[in-house]
């Protein structure tokens, strides 16, 4: 039989996973990522891409996995600087890794801010103009993830290069016209600006059956879903599932932990180990699992490309 048309095998099935997982220790930050920040100190901020360009076009460098209905990376952004208030056709959150970053959505000269810690959440909504600034001590390290594999280039509402630097901070506001969000308030703006702030002191755990816990960020009772959903899981030592299979992708992104992960393919089975800050893109139709062999809990974001209600039924290893 011809090398064509051989079946796969275990080193193919080995190969094939390797090259879908994203080591944070063997990738670096890039400064120039975003060519609106060119020439602009106050905006400098580095990213370090996973799955796609995410926002940026960079999205073809040899170690940036292709992405299909989601991006995902990575953005540094120092003490002191900004993002100008901008909007995208489709949504995209921050997940905030380290430090607290400020958050400001945008109604023409009236901004309405709060302030995001670790591990806490904002899905900027299709359309809303929206910046970010760091105003504390330390840098912010957040997961930003933009809700198509080819996004288009953001439209910005408020940036230095036509606006005063000082206007631009505030993403645009009047004097006097910058409020706190309100998450009780009957003005319809802060409602709508709370739905899709997530707060990890507030997530309620749900306990699988399989052993795990789902704390949902977007999705039911989470952020409204559109392009994709997200939750954090909680696995416990010891802890595992048996091989399931989407007809959509999902990504696993370890925030704490060793994850064991598992592909199978005719009988053949392979497994990586990804630590904190490593990824495994997990294609559609791939049957796949995944298992705590560790000494402490794991905890990952699972992001599927697919914003309906999660449909597997998970089984315990």
């Not at 920040?37 to 106050?42: I, P, T, Y």
């Not at 073809?60 to 600087?81: E, M, R």
């Not at 959150?93 to 023409?108: D, S």
Request: hydrophobic fraction near 35%.
């Amino acid at each position: 039989m011809s090398a064509n048309l051989a079946t796969p095998s275990e080193p193919d099935l080995a190969e094939a996973m390797t090259a879908l997982v994203g080591r944070h220790t063997e990738k670096t930050f890039d400064w120039d990522a975003f060519p609106g920040n060119r020439g602009f100190a106050e905006l400098e901020r580095a990213q370090m891409r996973y799955v796609g360009g995410g926002g940026s076009p960079k999205a073809s460098g040899p170690d940036t996995l292709k992405a299909q209905a989601f991006t995902f990376s990575l953005v540094h952004k120092p003490p002191g600087k900004f993002a100008a208030a901008h909007s995208h056709e489709v949504v995209e959150h921050f997940l905030i890794l380290q430090g607290v970053l400020t958050v400001g959505w945008v109604w023409g000269d009236e901004v309405i801010e709060t302030k995001l810690g670790p591990r806490d959440m904002v899905l900027n909504k299709t359309g809303r103009p929206h910046g970010f600034r760091n105003d504390g001590v330390e840098p912010v390290l957040m997961q930003i993830t933009v809700g198509s594999g080819k996004p288009e280039p953001p439209v910005y509402t408020c940036h230095p290069k036509n606006k005063p630097l000082e206007l631009a901070r505030v993403f645009g506001a009047g004097e006097g016209k910058v409020a706190p969000l309100e998450i009780d308030s009957s003005d319809p703006r802060h409602q709508e600006f709370a739905r899709h702030v997530v707060r990890y002191r507030d997530r309620q755990p749900v306990w699988d059956p399989a052993g795990f816990a789902r704390m949902v960020y977007i999705g039911e009772n989470g952020a409204p879903p559109q392009r994709y959903r997200m939750d954090m899981i909680h696995l416990p030592r010891g802890a595992g599932v048996k091989t399931y299979a989407r007809d959509v992708e999902d990504v696993y992104f370890v925030l704490e932990g060793t994850l064991t992960v598992g592909w199978e393919e005719n009988g053949k089975v392979v497994e990586q180990k990804i630590g904190t800050r490593d990824l495994i893109f997990n294609p559609a139709g791939r049957a796949h699992y995944f298992r705590n062999d560790g000494v402490g809990d794991v905890q990952f974001a699972m992001v599927v490309g697919s914003p309906d209600r999660e449909t597997i039924a998970f089984r315990a290893a």
